[in-house]
Nanobody, 122 residues
């Protein structure tokens, strides 16, 4: 049974940091990513990791995606947080190798976590 379980969300002030984790079980995933959804907005791409990493322009230089060598835990280190980073953050994973811009598409992922809330206050 495939499971993705996020943790690490919370409330911080602007300029603060949080580290999200996603524990993956049931399969070995090649492509893994983070997406987020703010109230009233569509789900948007944040970052992905395959053999390389991809980032949305809005988080580049502030967020870092990584995973352990066994590919069982995905991380998102978020620094210099802004109020506009407030959203529910979702972990996503797929067994396929996606290159180019495919990892930035929600439709490229077969498995999703339940989400973890991140709230950044000004």
């Amino acid at each position: 049974q495939v499971q993705l379980v996020e943790s690490g969300g919370g409330s911080v002030q602007a300029g603060g940091s949080l580290r999200l984790s996603c524990a993956a079980s049931g399969r070995t995933f090649t492509t893994m990513g983070w997406f987020r959804q703010a109230p009233g907005k569509e789900r948007e791409f944040v970052a992905a990791i395959i053999s390389s990493t991809l980032y949305a322009d809005s988080v580049k230089g502030r967020f870092t995606i990584s995973r352990d060598n066994a590919k069982t835990t995905l991380y998102l280190q978020m620094n210099s947080l802004k109020p506009e980073d407030t959203a529910v953050y979702f972990c996503a994973a797929d067994v396929r190798y996606w290159d180019s811009t495919y990892p930035m598409r929600a439709s490229s992922y077969s498995h999703w976590g339940q989400g973890t809330q991140v709230t950044v206050s000004s």
